[in-house]
């Protein structure tokens, strides 16, 4: 039996796909034995045609009756994980092509690779123009992104129901990204657009063998477009109607000299919103008519404008030696985060019993926030002067991989830098009136190294062995007003508290695996990673207002710091065996750990009970198995997958708010578990038409959580002991649907001689969850359905291309989190609330 197929430069080479890249789509090249330039290690260069041609596959009637009646079983009944990136071949050729991907940190086919991988290629993004990550995870199954909330970390993640909330600063995601091999861990990041995308691999299930301490629940990898070996540079532009989105897009790419080669992508987008905001000018019932309140900042939201830019360049002198660099900055400006939220209540939402005269509390995109008074913010460092809201980021990556081939040796290095900027002024009451308003900030610095040598011997055995360090400084802010109490006589300020936090964290860590090919179709492989990593926290208040009563929140005196150090260490082993009956098929099962680090929480509010023991969160780790079947039949006309695992989870470090602080906290859960089915298919019926399903079934529930934090007005029968904590043993995990599928299918025919006609349409269906940590039943999500279908006229060179693309067609809201609401009614909630139906031209030009 042919074993896997392996990378035709290296196994370590993560730039593989930027080889194979012809302009912005990307298309996969089946690698054969005969290959003499891949045999030799010469480079994949891809003509206009994009791509190695295959044999012309012949169908027969019988084999399509036979194919068709196994896809519509399929279609019906599979569970899904999976592949949902295509390359359509070129000529005649019917079949799907390979999918390469590096879930192993070296280039192996989607099919031969032992890892549960959906994968998503340039054409799967811009099928329906998803340069997000929110857009994109709706094209991959069991995976929840949130959108970008006021302070916390910005944006979670969640894949088979295990996540990371927003609300809390000193909380880093359990899914992190992972662009172009620089690991991000920071969900602030995630606002900013994932343009010129070659491909993008949602690992499911621990990661920490190759992708480190931070990714017990997965990682979204996303792999940039690299440069070209010849001259090509492109322009996109597009228009939403809904909420007045333009965008432009642009690149140039080629090469400088013989070994020396760049690409430089750049976009800039304005978007006016798609909330209404009503909020008007009125007066404040608390402070009185000398402290009138203007109203909403603006009266669409979330809006703003973002610029990012990506200069990648490749140096290759010599064929056993090659770097790459890669440079991304950003800068994002608009509303606060806050303004495109909405509230969730009985009645009209109200601040400490005002009831706000222009809110409602309905899901129906209209909101009611409003600015500060301009006599608020006197003194208030980080304030706008006028009162009104904002949101500032800049972000900036560096990455240099660097590639030595020593033999049948691949010696690699991953150096980078991040910076993140983030500053907002934001109303956390979410109504007209300015009582808790706050200015939260970040800024942090990461400093990462990877070294690994990997091996390509001829022999049975090969290994990969590695070192990774990893070293941040961040420093946040909390200046916040909690309640109108007047003015400080000393200061004149009107704000409760400044309040500042310096976090630190070193990371030292070496892994390695060995692979033993026992026979030529049968591969055992085994590792394991040891990581120690060191945390510290210096938090503390610099100002308190002497007007603020303790009645209110007994804060921490001024000047009073709490410091906390801690040190974790850790073995995450994995093994996997992986059989393949024929070269298109593969059954394995693996044993699989990961694990995140504990740390310190960085509560806006701090209070005086607060101390270094009740802020400090344990490690979050996780152990389990699975189990999963893949392969391409039928003359590789349909692809199929299936996977079947089960996950232990513990110390779950998850975030709930305390209503007597006003700030939401991390503890960690005792035990959760998540088992389940996925399953997917995709079939080239002919060779315009193109099928696609995926189902899955996930049961995540709580083993052991006894101290979790009630809901608003959770009763005894409820389950609330004390009035103060329940047990959630046995109860489901928030964003985490026991059902998902998707059914989609993708026509692409001749109308002339040099005109092609697309058509494509998908449906997802997501059963219902929870939305927030305590699991109450009022913002509970029900199960939705969701629509895109677009429609593309091009030329078959795509030199130009013109699109017509509709995103939630069904105008579902649909919750992703929901928090409490400072300072509210009884059960009265914030909702992020996704975006409503999407209508968008766009047109592209190639050179």
Known sequence: MAPPIQSPRSHDRLTLLNEVAYVCRVRYARVRPADSKIAAGKKIVTTGGGGAHMKHVLFHRKTLLTTSRIFAVLMVVTPSVACYAQSVPTGDDRGLTDIIVTARKRTETLISVPVAVTALGA????????????????????????????????????????GSSTAEVGLESSVPINLDGVQQSRGRLAIFSMFDIAQVEVLKGPQALFFGKNSPAGVISLQSSGPTDSFHAGIMAGYEFVADERYVEAYISGPITSNLKARLAVRTSEIAGWVRNRSTATVWPIAGPGFPLPGASSKRAPNGHQVTGRLTVEYEPTPEFDATLRILAGKQRGDSDTSGEETLCAGVPATYGQADPTGDCRLNRIGSIGGASPKLVQNWPLASQDGSQFTRTDVFIGGLTMNYKLNDVTLTSVSSFTQLKYIAFDNFTF??????????????????????????????????????????????TANSMLFFVGQDPATGRYLSYLHPSVNKGTTYSGFGQLRWAILDNLELSGGVRFSSDRRSVNTRNDYVNPLFSPAIIDLLPAGQSIIGKQKDSNWSPEASLAWHPTKDSTLYIAYKSGYKAGGFANPAVLAQNYTTANIEFNPEKAKGGEAGYKAELFDRTLRI??????????????????????????????????????????????????????????????????TSACYQQQTAAQGCVGGVTQDLAGKPLARA?????????TYDTPISRSLMLGLSADTRYSSSYFTDPVLSPIPKQDGFFLLNAAARLYTRDETWELSLIGRNLTNKIYITEAQDMPGGNPQSWVAQVERPREILVQGKFRF
């Not at 298919?681 to 529930?701: G, I, K, M, P």
């Not at 649907?737 to 299918?745: K, L, N, R, T, Y």
């Open 123 to 162: 054409a799967d993004l811009n099928r329906y123009a998803a340069s997000d990550l929110s857009k994109i995870s709706q094209l991959a199954p069991q995976v929840i992104v949130t959108s970008p909330s006021g302070g916390g970390q910005g944006t979670g993640f969640t894949i088979r129901g295990i």
């Open 431 to 476: 109504t007209s009136f300015p009582d808790i308003f706050a200015s939260p900030g970040e800024n942090n610095k990461t400093y990462t190294q990877e070294l690994r040598a990997s091996s390509n011997f001829d022999g049975p055995l090969n290994f990969m062995l590695g070192g990774y360090y990893e070293q941040y400084k961040r420093r946040n």
């Open 641 to 706: 997958e299936l996977t079947g695992y089960y996950y232990t989870f513990s110390n779950l470090q998850l975030s709930s708010f305390e209503n007597t602080t006003f700030s939401y906290f991390i503890k960690n859960a005792g035990k959760a578990r998540t088992k389940g089915v996925e399953a997917s298919a995709e079939w080239r019926a002919t060779h315009d038409l193109t099928l696609r399903s995926a189902l899955a079934y996930n049961r995540a529930r709580y083993v052991s959580f006894p």
């Open 737 to 745: 649907p026991d059902w998902v599928a998707s059914v989609g299918a």
